[in-house]
């Protein structure tokens, strides 16, 4: 009978090759530790355990230890086991001092206004840490098994309840399906959009070409809609010729920060009744707005024909990979067999986490002392620009976590070259316009306004109003 006792000890994965097991296993434990998979200090198994694992006699390995450690390889003490020898360290190599640059390096900014992001020191560590603990007091054991491929129910009730009463979205846990981000759940529309032969998809004529990517590589054709005072123009639709949905952002259009007028919002959907398409709301920042009241979801419109996107990555942090769509009814079977199973991207854990968060109150706390802070911020921003560079117009400041500084024609690329000699790191309008869209549109820079620190934020405007005075 094996001895209990030999199962003790680390796993240690030994390739044996050749007849003779005690050369094989030495220089086996040789090569592990000359290339570093073996650290130095690292404790190996006891002669019994490693016999008992490798299936030969404990002898063998009690001598092969014995040999390393005269060689230097190994050491062994009373007390201490076997251990990897120290290697001497290899000495230090002084790099050449760093040429001298008259300016800062544009790839390496000291400072960011990148669009996008929340204030991600301000994730809300504790609060996040009390719910985790009270979730995982409660959770029963099959919530670690595979589950329910939309994500938990106790999440997808919590957000139905969030939902209905923040955004005024209609929807149910049934619906509702988990996934790990915007673009992981437009991945999957896209899919199952393709499986309903869908050839084409309107846009607006500013957004992100990263949506626009994953819209493309599912096979679908764009067409960007025009874009005036009132936002997107949503009457155009009618007469794109098979075009089955539509991607916006209704309530805070990004990047220009315009909400869809209730004209365009009317259309949009009329659009979608008649002719059996679908309007993809990516609702990306909806808690936050500052001088307006909130717009609610389209989606509560016609919770049939509208595809409902939200996420945690703006109001909490996007590094939780925590979304969520609201189906209509027929759509949902769609997009989970359209899937293949890859919606199973987010923890268990995370989801537990987030729905004691949500029905605790305590993500409507963070939600509202974060439009406070963030409020503060694009007051701070308005007024130093006003005093630094009144010929530039802020705009799309209503809500969100970024404003528009609006420039004169060739001002934004006097900007950004301003900006790489600062070091500051901040996005040019044009480039968030989709290469296909009407002529014209305006020039300026988008700027984050939730991204930096607070520690790093008054150096940081300062930086940005120097960019500005290049532009006058």
């Not at 006699?57 to 450690?69: G, K, P, Q, S, W």
């Not at 938990?152 to 981000?181: F, K, M, Q």
Request: some cysteine; overall charge positive; hydrophobic content about 40%.
């Amino acid at each position: 009978m094996t001895d209990s006792r030999a199962t003790f000890g680390a796993d240690l994965h030994l390739d044996l090759s050749g007849p003779r097991l005690r050369a094989g296993l030495i220089g086996a434990l040789r090569e592990a530790v000359r290339s570093g998979r073996l650290a130095p200090g690292t404790r190996l198994p006891s002669s019994r355990s490693l016999a008992a694992d490798l299936g030969i006699a404990r002898n063998t390995v009690a001598d092969a230890y014995a040999e390393l450690v005269a060689e230097g390889w190994l050491t062994a003490r009373q007390g201490s086991g076997t251990r990897v020898a120290p290697r001497p360290a290899a000495r230090p190599v002084t790099p050449p001092p760093a040429p001298t640059r008259s300016r800062p390096v544009g790839d390496r900014p000291a400072h960011s206004l990148m669009a996008g992001c929340p204030d991600v020191a301000s994730f809300p560590r504790t609060a996040w840490l009390k719910a985790a603990r009270r979730a995982l007091a409660t959770v029963p054991d099959d919530a670690y098994g595979y589950g329910d491929p939309r994500g938990r129910v106790e999440l997808r009730t919590a957000l139905g309840d969030y939902l209905a009463r923040a955004r005024g979205v209609h929807a149910t846990p049934e619906r509702i399906l988990i996934c790990s981000g915007f673009a992981h759940g437009l991945a999957l529309m896209g899919k199952a959009l393709a499986r309903r032969r869908v050839r084409q998809v309107a846009v607006e004529s500013y957004g992100l070409d990263i949506h626009w990517d994953l819209l493309t590589g599912a096979g679908l054709a764009l067409s960007p809609l025009p874009f005036d005072a009132g936002g997107t123009r949503t009457e155009p639709l009618a007469s794109l010729r098979g075009t089955g949905a539509v991607l916006m952002t209704p309530a805070h259009q990004f990047p220009l920060g315009v909400p869809l007028s209730p004209t365009g919002r009317a259309a949009a959907v009329d659009w979608a009744r008649r002719t059996g398409g679908l309007v993809l709301e990516d609702d990306y920042d909806g808690e936050f707005r500052y001088d307006r009241q909130p717009v609610g979801a389209l989606q509560g419109l016609d919770p049939e024909r509208v595809v409902y996107f939200g996420t945690a990555s703006k109001s909490l942090a996007p590094g939780l990979r925590l979304a969520w769509m609201v189906l209509p009814e027929p759509v949902v079977g769609e997009v989970l067999d359209a899937s293949g199973g890859e919606q199973r991207l987010t923890g268990v854990t995370d989801q537990l986490t987030l729905a004691e968060f949500l029905t605790s109150g305590a993500y409507d706390r963070h939600v509202r002392a974060m439009r406070l802070r963030y409020r503060r911020r694009r007051d701070d921003l308005v007024e130093r620009v006003r005093r630094s560079a009144p010929h530039v117009r802020v705009s799309g400041i209503a809500a969100g976590l970024h404003a528009v500084l609006e420039l004169p024609p060739g001002g934004e690329a006097l900007a950004l070259r301003a900006a790489a000699w600062h070091g500051l790191q901040v996005q040019g309008l044009t480039r968030f316009r989709h290469p296909d869209a009407p002529p014209g549109g305006p020039e300026g820079l988008v700027v984050g306004y939730g991204t930096p620190s607070d520690s790093r934020w008054s150096g940081t405007l300062d930086t940005l109003c120097n960019v500005l005075r290049a532009t006058a």
